[in-house]
């Protein structure tokens, strides 16, 4: 296991349309972060999961995102009806629970035109 | 609300001299600070983390100090090298037990050579 893994690495959408993003994390982890971030910014926490559970969500996450992480492995983020303030580079990370080492993905960016 | 200061946006120095960028947390609570090194296109990369029982740790060129009676913390480099070159990012773990971290709006880094 070489590290966290997001796929695609890149994704062009058209306004409207539906995407979806996969993270998966480092395989022991029992932790698993969604960020989002804006070109010359930090990243901004969107959601995070301990296993299977959703725990939290950020006031940025609309009724258009959801997350899901179905066997506590891998997970999802989907956007639906896409808008070009969506395009963002979209990252996920890892960690063997609370206020241990966060390691992030490669990210996906996406552009929506 | 929970809030994380940088500075400086961007710092520029010679090959071999010293870098240090400097961090502030409005979160009391805060005990954990990871630094991120992100290079273009890729994901964010922890360099080294500092725990609020500790007031300062060293990793070769690279050293972390904390204050956490003033709510800083900072990052030191030594003998820079071209490869320094990348924006960096500070980050506090939130009160609560989530893990969320909490990023500063990064530093560009230019090591000349």
């Known amino acids: 296991d070489t590290g966290v893994s997001q796929d695609p690495r890149h994704k062009i959408t058209k306004r409207g349309q539906n995407v979806t993003f996969r993270c998966d994390p480092i395989s022991e982890h029992n932790r698993l972060y969604w960020y989002r971030q804006t070109l010359g910014q930090g990243p901004e926490f969107l959601t995070y999961?301990?296993?299977?559970?959703?725990?939290?969500k950020s006031r940025l996450l609309s009724d258009r995102f959801s997350a899901e992480r179905p066997k506590g492995s891998f997970s999802t983020l989907e956007i639906q009806r896409t808008e070009q303030g969506d395009s963002a580079m979209y990252l996920c990370?890892?960690?063997?629970?609370?206020?241990?080492?966060?390691?992030f993905g490669q990210g996906t960016r996406l552009t929506v035109v | 609300g929970e809030n994380v200061e940088q500075h400086p946006s961007t710092l520029s120095v010679q090959e071999g001299d010293s870098a240090v960028i400097k961090c502030t947390y409005s979160?009391?609570?805060?005990?954990?600070f990871p630094w991120y090194k992100q290079e273009l296109g890729k994901g964010p990369q922890l360099i080294i983390d500092?725990?609020?029982?500790?007031g300062e740790k060293k990793d070769q060129r690279i050293a972390v100090t904390l204050n956490k009676t003033a709510k800083h913390f900072s990052l030191h480099i030594t003998e820079t090298q071209p490869e320094d070159s990348a924006v960096y990012f500070c980050a506090a773990a939130i009160r609560s037990n989530t893990g969320k971290l909490i990023f500063g709006q990064g530093t560009t880094l230019q090591v000349k050579p």
């Open positions: 979160d009391s609570a805060s005990n954990y």
């Open positions: 500092i725990r609020s029982n500790v």
């Open positions: 990370a890892s960690s063997l629970g609370q206020h241990r080492e966060a390691f």
């Open positions: 999961f301990q296993n299977e559970a959703q725990l939290e």
